[in-house]
């Protein structure tokens, strides 16, 4: 039976065999949320960078850039990390280039899996939908902080795992940690979260409405997928079924 399992931090990846597998990189706070929105309105490609020097010398070469560090934008980049800025219809067809505080370095971290997506509350149907039909196992791989584990990317591979119900067989006790923890959460997501210092830290930057997005169900449909260096829309042609 195909396995699933949830890797909390990007520093406990090697623990992974990726061969094989299709991982979820989730940063609901709110790098994989902002990406889905930026993919879901016409943004060409994203390319995911660890360095703000990789975003400059992008940016100087034709590219958006989108810069934040610490939840904030980094002065002298075009954009910050906030979803709402990339409903943008401006950014419609250009390519951004994009360095956050962890999500752009799980998604380095994860290189090496069969394939890389990324889930957000936004588009979690598309992803149950697409992970239910594969034939291989499922890594669900979360940003937390710093290398810490972080409440909001738990719970959201807590609802996939529960969404996914009894189609994967689990690969440690995460999973079940995680579902648990979700069905605790999942009627009042965003009070669940208070306590999370990602939380405290965006309301502190006054950016509630952020949250408030990065926490709504279902706005696309659309899976965003790493192919090479880059970030797009996953295609019929792409997908591993
Ligand atoms: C991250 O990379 O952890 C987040 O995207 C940070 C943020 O956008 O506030």
Request: one cysteine or more.
């Amino acid at each position: 039976m195909k396995k699933i399992d949830i890797c909390l931090s990007p520093d406990l990846i090697d623990q992974y065999d990726l061969s094989g597998t299709v991982v979820v990189v989730i940063d609901i706070l709110r790098a994989t949320s902002s990406i889905t929105t930026a993919i879901a309105h016409g943004v060409n490609i994203i390319r995911p960078v660890e360095t703000l020097g990789e975003c400059r010398e992008l940016k100087l070469n034709g590219f958006v850039g989108a810069a934040e560090r610490n939840g904030k934008k980094v002065g002298g980049f075009d954009m910050g990390n906030s979803p709402l800025s990339y409903m943008n219809p401006d950014l419609e067809d250009t390519n951004i280039a994009i360095t956050t505080t962890n999500g752009t370095i799980t998604l380095k971290k994860s290189k090496g899996a069969l394939q890389v997506i990324l889930g957000s509350f936004l588009n979690y149907s598309a992803i149950l939908t697409y992970l239910e039909r594969l034939p291989c196992d499922v890594l669900l791989h979360c940003a937390g902080w710093k290398g810490k584990i972080n409440l909001e990317d738990t719970l959201f591979a807590g609802a996939v795992v529960l969404g996914l119900k009894q189609m994967f067989e689990y690969d440690s006790d995460v999973p079940a940690m995680a579902a648990k923890l979700y069905k605790s959460a999942k009627d009042n997501l965003k009070s669940a979260i208070e306590d999370s210092s990602h939380y405290s830290r965006l309301m502190e930057l006054g950016l509630e409405e952020d949250i408030n997005f990065c926490l709504k169900f279902d706005e696309y449909k659309v899976i965003p997928v790493m192919k090479g260096d880059n970030i797009s829309k996953l295609k019929l042609a792409d997908m591993l079924f």
